[in-house]
């Protein structure tokens, strides 16, 4: 939050401190200018505590929540400087979060009536993966792994390097610990057989068309999780979610979600 707010401000806000005096009092509302889930209120309360002591902040509607055109979202008030100043940071943070919370909300629903899970990707804005994957489960997503520490996906340059799946697989088997899940990621169907045979634990079907997805779920038959991912968007999400898979993994979540439109306005001030 402090490499944020140095981002933006620096060495200080010449525009509010030239045209607001020092001890104004000021209240303003945050507005949603479309329809959208809401996503980061918390972390927008956060930028202002980070400026001044003297701010009141009232969330008017929950994170996950969807709102409509014109829907106010919260209230804040106190030093006037520091609303002015914070504003573009609060902003950025609540208007890419909601962002990402809609696109999730709007995916998952489509989804949903299949007993699929939409799930996120690591192509994330770095250094904010934590709030991004906060906004995906706001939205009604599940967060894949979080970083290269937690989960194991042996990848195309993983089973070129290794010399094959089964390569790939025994040593991870050598060395990870058994409480870790081994997911493969596959190209054809060959692969999946492959991957079957080495004994993964879940297996990623990484740009098939849904035919192809179909006839690896059969080939599956229930041995390990299938998960789909790659080219996936909101025209082709639900074909692929009849193809039987458990888990559709979509990177656009959080790398291609638009902003959600948001404002915020001072709707009332009071000089020292």
Same mark, same amino acid.
């Given at each position: 939050?402090?490499?944020?707010?140095?981002?933006?401000?620096?060495?200080?806000?010449?525009?509010?401190?030239?045209?607001?005096?020092?001890?104004?009092?000021?209240?303003?509302?945050?507005?949603?200018?479309?329809?959208?889930?809401?996503?980061?209120?918390?972390?927008?309360?956060?930028?202002?505590?980070?400026?001044?002591?003297?701010?009141?902040?009232?969330?008017? %509607?929950?994170?996950?929540? !969807?709102?409509? +055109?014109?829907?106010?979202? #919260?209230?804040? =008030? @106190?030093?006037?400087?520091? *609303? $002015?100043?914070?504003?573009?940071?609060?902003?950025?943070?609540?208007?890419?979060?909601?962002?990402?919370?809609?696109?999730?909300?709007?995916?998952?629903?489509?989804?949903?009536?299949?007993?699929?899970?939409?799930?996120?990707?690591?192509?994330?804005?770095?250094?904010?993966?934590?709030?991004?994957?906060?906004?995906?489960?706001?939205?009604?997503?599940?967060?894949?792994?979080?970083?290269?520490?937690?989960?194991?996906?042996?990848?195309?340059?993983?089973?070129?390097?290794?010399?094959?799946?089964?390569?790939?697989?025994?040593?991870?088997?050598?060395?990870?610990?058994?409480?870790?899940? %081994?997911?493969?990621?596959? !190209?054809?169907? +060959?692969?999946?057989?492959? #991957?079957?045979? =080495? @004994?993964?634990?879940?297996? *990623? $079907?990484?740009?098939?068309?849904?035919?192809?997805?179909?006839?690896?779920?059969?080939?599956?038959?229930?041995?390990?999780?299938?998960?789909?991912?790659?080219?996936?968007?909101?025209?082709?999400?639900?074909?692929?979610?009849?193809?039987?898979?458990?888990?559709?993994?979509?990177?656009?979540?959080?790398?291609?979600?638009?902003?959600?439109?948001?404002?915020?306005?001072?709707?009332?001030?009071?000089?020292?």
């Amino acid at each position: 939050m402090q490499r944020a707010l140095a981002e933006d401000v620096g060495h200080g806000d010449l525009t509010t401190a030239a045209v607001v005096p020092p001890g104004t009092k000021a209240r303003a509302v945050f507005v949603a200018r479309e329809r959208g889930v809401v996503a980061g209120l918390p972390v927008a309360e956060l930028v202002f505590r980070c400026l001044t002591s003297d701010v009141e902040f009232r969330t008017l %509607v929950p994170d996950g929540q !969807e709102v409509a +055109a014109g829907g106010v979202l #919260a209230e804040v =008030a @106190g030093n006037a400087r520091a *609303l $002015l100043t914070g504003e573009r940071t609060a902003l950025n943070f609540l208007q890419r979060l909601s962002g990402i919370a809609t696109l999730t909300a709007r995916l998952a629903a489509l989804v949903r009536p299949y007993g699929v899970r939409l799930a996120d990707t690591r192509k994330t804005t770095p250094g904010l993966r934590v709030l991004e994957k906060y906004a995906v489960r706001v939205g009604g997503g599940y967060n894949h792994r979080f970083g290269l520490y937690d989960g194991v996906l042996i990848k195309d340059n993983h089973i070129r390097l290794a010399g094959g799946v089964r390569q790939a697989v025994a040593r991870v088997r050598g060395c990870a610990p058994h409480t870790v899940r %081994v997911e493969v990621e596959v !190209e054809d169907l +060959a692969q999946v057989a492959e #991957a079957l045979e =080495a @004994g993964a634990d879940a297996i *990623l $079907l990484d740009n098939m068309d849904p035919p192809t997805m179909a006839e690896a779920v059969r080939l599956v038959k229930g041995k390990c999780l299938v998960e789909a991912s790659g080219g996936i968007n909101e025209e082709n999400i639900e074909a692929v979610a009849q193809t039987g898979v458990d888990v559709i993994s979509v990177g656009a979540l959080t790398h291609s979600a638009r902003a959600l439109d948001i404002s915020m306005e001072i709707q009332g001030w009071s000089e020292a």
